[in-house]
Nanobody
């Protein structure tokens, strides 16, 4: 059974930074693409960013480009989300998820992900 555990969320002022981590179980972590999504109260879950299996490619939503950076350390089975210049509208529960194999072409689509973490709350105050 695959488990994904997010950490690093918290309360930060606008303009501040946070780094989220997504630790995964399983010996085949390094063959899977990983994505981050977020969900604000009363809104649908939305794609944030994703990284391919070897870290060679990333894809991000326009709303976070230039501010958020995704990376991974396959030796540690961990994916990171560095969030800079945070805005109040970034407030949400952030989820990491593992995508099915050969999913890069539609990596922004929730339906290509088969395992999800429990989420970590990020709150940005104005």
């Amino acid at each position: 059974q695959v488990q994904l555990v997010e950490s690093g969320g918290g309360l930060v002022q606008a303009g501040g930074s946070l780094r989220l981590s997504c630790a995964a179980s399983g010996r085949t972590f390094n063959i899977y693409n990983i994505g981050w999504f977020r969900q604000a109260p009363g809104k649908e879950r939305e794609f944030v960013t994703a990284i391919n299996w070897n870290g060679g490619s990333t894809y991000s939503a326009d709303s976070v480009k230039g501010r958020f950076t995704i990376s991974r350390d396959n030796a540690k089975n961990t994916v990171y989300l560095q969030m800079n210049s945070l805005k109040p509208e970034d407030t949400a529960v952030y989820y990491c998820a593992r995508a099915r194999l050969s999913s890069w072409a539609t990596i922004w689509t929730p339906g290509v992900y088969d395992y999800w973490g429990q989420g970590t709350q990020v709150t940005v105050s104005s």
